[in-house]
């Protein structure tokens, strides 16, 4: 079995299902877990952090699995009041998931960092992995639409997917720096993989991507990069991934995928029900690898995530 860190980068949903998968591979302080920031936002006075949440849930075995995000067995009678005095309620905060809302403020307004406030969470919450921000500086999605750019979560809750897209701007990208355990991770040469969950590539992936020296950082490393993708017969399995590439003039296939990480990863998990694709995903600088990608139960997380640790090592120079 070969040491060094596995590095996953997770925006919603799929990375959070995959994120746990590794989890359970007994990899414990060797798996750091990389989380979008972009989707952040401040919302009734509280910074909301929902794709670090997707993944604390998870790994804590509190999320609701059926919406995806959230607490599971979770109250709305802070909802129904917010709705009563006529306070924004198009964000459902559910009342056990507004105390992670309201700690984490508080840490933040006393000047600690995402960093060090996810750390004292998953800690108490007894998650042995690591979890940390891709940046501890601020970085906001936007997403351009023909009615003009959108806050992320306006764009993705508010308005419900509904714009058109043009295109994605993420603001801060350029001053933000890079967390320093991922960079240091990165760096390390024992670094055993760079995995890409099954997130949406351009809002949950990208802003990860776009940090200052991580690119290069992944272009430098001899550690297998694998991705995984989130499309599986030109579908999205959460979000708006498909609709936003057919906006953008781009086929909604998972080979679409492969092309936007082409020159970066060594190897593409496609869903067994594309490998009609495999031969065009192999054509590019990658190898194709075909799994079963749709993660219903635990079962199907654990064992997506033994076969990517399988192709790493199998990869591995
Ligand atoms: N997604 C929704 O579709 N509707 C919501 O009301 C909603 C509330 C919410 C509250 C906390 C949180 O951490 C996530 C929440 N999400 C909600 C998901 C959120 O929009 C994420 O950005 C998506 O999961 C995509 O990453």
């Known amino acids: 079995m070969a040491k060094g860190q596995v590095i996953a980068l997770s925006g919603g949903v799929g990375g959070a299902k995959l994120a746990l998968g590794l989890s359970r591979l007994g990899l414990d302080d060797d798996l750091l877990i990389v989380t979008n920031v ?3 936002f401040e919302h009734l006075g509280l910074n909301i952090c929902p794709d670090l949440d997707s993944v604390i849930y998870a790994l804590a075995g509190l999320n609701d699995q059926e919406k995806g995000w959230g607490r599971a067995d979770e109250g709305w009678r802070f909802m129904e009041a917010i709705g009563e005095l006529g306070a924004e309620n198009w964000f459902n905060l559910g009342d056990r998931d507004l105390a992670m809302h309201v700690v984490r403020t508080q840490a933040l307004a ?3 960092s995402l960093t060090q406030v996810t750390a004292a969470i998953t800690r108490q919450l007894g998650i042995t992995a690591n979890v940390v921000p891709m940046t501890d500086d601020p970085v906001r999605t936007m997403v351009q639409t023909t009615d003009g750019p959108l806050a992320f979560q306006h764009y ?16 801060g990208i350029r001053q933000a720096k890079p967390q320093a355990d991922f960079m240091a991770a990165l760096r390390n040469p024992d670094l055993r993989a ?4 099954p997130s949406n590539p351009f809002v949950s992936v990208d802003p990860i991507l776009h940090l200052l020296g991580v690119r290069d950082a992944l272009e430098a490393t001899t550690a297998p990069i694998i991705a995984v993708s989130p499309i599986v017969g030109g579908l999205a399995i959460k979000g708006p991934a498909a609709k936003m590439m057919t906006e953008l003039g781009m086929p909604s ?3 679409t995928v492969a092309e936007h990480y082409e020159g ?3 190897g593409f998990v496609l869903d067994e029900s594309d490998a009609v694709l495999a031969d065009d995903i192999g054509s590019l600088d990658m190898r194709a690898l075909l799994a079963q990608t749709v993660m219903v139960s635990l079962e199907d997380r654990e064992s997506l995530a033994d076969y990517v640790i399988a192709a ?3 990869l591995a120079p």
Request: hydrophobic share 45%; proline share 3%; net charge negative.
């Open 38 to 40: 972009g989707d952040d």
């Open 156 to 171: 993705f809750v508010r308005d419900q997917c509904a714009p058109v897209v043009t295109g994605f701007e993420f603001d």
């Open 110 to 112: 006393r000047g600690e």
């Open 264 to 266: 970066l990863i060594d």
């Open 253 to 255: 296939t998972a080979l």
């Open 312 to 314: 790493v090592d199998e």
């Open 194 to 197: 760079v995995i890409i969950t």
